[in-house]
T-cell receptor, first 116, second 114 residues
Framework: NAGVTQTPKFQVLKTGQSMTLQCAQD?????MSWYRQDPGMGLRLIHY???????DQGEVPNGYNVSRSTTEDFPLRLLSAAPSQTSVYFC???????????????FGEGSWLTVV | DAKTTQPPSMDCAEGRAANLPCNHS???????VYWYRQIHSQGPQYIIH???NNETNEMASLIITEDRKSSTLILPHATLRDTAVYYC???????????????FGSGTQLTVLP
């Protein structure tokens, strides 16, 4: 049981390039989400998914795209990277999206992205 | 979900109990209190959660006041590895159909001193 796995751990992009951050979980979790964390700040929700084929926007979705073709995977795509997207990105998952009572959210170890 | 207020930083001597307070005066009856911590930019780690009663697990204890407007996370014997940012989060127990969005504030930077 690997939990939530993110790749790559570090990435440097040039402005305008596109890339995909990968996220996979092996816990059969319904709910998956992407957060970004900027220096000295808390986490902000980018996009989330409540099951295969179902995604929706979070607090800061602009410039990002997601899809969920399987329960296990939830990739985050940067369409045209900008320096403002320099951040640490965390993928997270939990078993249920409807019953939060005692439903722990598991986080990946993070992906450090620098856009120059 | 209700907002939370935490002190920005605290120090604690190694081996002593660390008591981290959190104010959530607007909490609703169906909202849980969760605590997570983040060690040096690693992914946030779940610590403990509670609704009304005090809770204890292998990592920590959670004391919730009777009116539920505040809570305290207790690390009974803090070690240097407990140095981290601790987040107190309030979340409703059932989805209203929208995102499960944990609102992470700035948290409390706990520094355990040797």
């Amino acid at each position: 049981n690997a939990g939530v796995t993110q790749t790559p751990k570090f990435q440097v992009l040039k402005t305008g390039q596109s890339m995909t951050l990968q996220c996979a979980q092996d816990m059969n979790h319904e709910y998956m989400s992407w957060y970004r964390q900027d220096p000295g700040m808390g986490l902000r929700l980018i996009h989330y998914s409540v099951g295969a084929g179902i995604t929706d926007q979070g607090e800061v979705p602009n410039g990002y795209n997601v899809s969920r073709s399987t329960t296990e995977d939830f990739p985050l795509r940067l369409l045209s990277a900008a320096p403002s997207q320099t951040s640490v990105y965390f993928c997270a998952s939990s078993y249920s999206w409807t019953d939060f009572s005692g439903n722990t959210i598991y986080f990946g170890e993070g992906s450090w992205l620098t856009v120059v | 979900d209700a907002k939370t207020t935490q002190p920005p930083s605290m120090d604690c001597a190694e081996g002593r109990a660390a008591n981290l307070p959190c104010n959530h005066s607007t909490i609703s009856g169906n909202e849980y209190v969760y605590w997570y911590r983040q060690i040096h930019s690693q992914g946030p780690q779940y610590i403990i959660h509670g609704l009304k009663n005090n809770e204890t697990n292998e990592m920590a204890s959670l004391i919730i006041t009777e009116d539920r407007k505040s809570s305290t996370l207790i690390l009974p014997h803090a070690t240097l590895r407990d140095t981290a940012v601790y987040y107190c989060i309030v979340e409703r127990s059932i989805s209203s159909g929208s995102a499960r969005q944990l609102t992470f504030g700035s948290g409390t930077q706990l520094t355990v001193l040797p």
